[in-house]
């Protein structure tokens, strides 16, 4: 089993930036690759990034989010980062991380989900 727990997220102004982490405990880290998914009020959850086991891979979900996100992993701190700028009103959402076993499928099967942290942007 591998534990997930978000942190990081809250109340921003359009334009603004947060860093979301995502601490893991349980398994080996590192023979993760992982992921940030978000779900938006009335919509389904969504992939935004991804990353390999070693962060020398990473993959982001379309020109949305790509150029304002950055995903990034610490494996010796067991944390997996999601920094996010330029923050719009549409990025309001519950920002979830995600264990899996390979950054190009992860986006598909993810093995472990957090529990999630809120992100909202006003305008």
């Known amino acids: 089993q591998v534990q997930l727990v978000e942190s990081g997220g809250g109340l921003v102004q359009a334009g603004g930036s947060l860093r979301l982490s995502c601490a893991a405990s349980?398994?080996?880290?590192?023979?993760?690759?992982m992921g940030w998914f978000r779900q938006a009020p009335g919509k389904e959850r969504e992939f935004v990034a991804a990353?390999?086991?070693?962060?020398?891979?990473?993959?982001y979900a379309d020109s949305s989010v790509k150029g304002r996100f950055t995903i990034s992993r610490d494996n010796a701190k067991n944390t997996v980062y999601l920094q996010m700028n330029s923050l719009k009103p549409e990025d309001t959402a519950v920002y979830y991380c995600?264990?899996?076993?390979?950054?190009?499928?992860?986006?598909?099967?993810?093995?472990?989900w957090g529990q999630g942290t809120q992100v909202t942007v006003s305008s």
């Open positions: 990353i390999s086991r070693s962060g020398g891979s990473t993959s």
């Open positions: 349980g398994r080996t880290f590192s023979n993760y690759a």
């Open positions: 995600g264990a899996g076993l390979s950054v190009t499928t992860i986006s598909r099967v993810t093995n472990y």
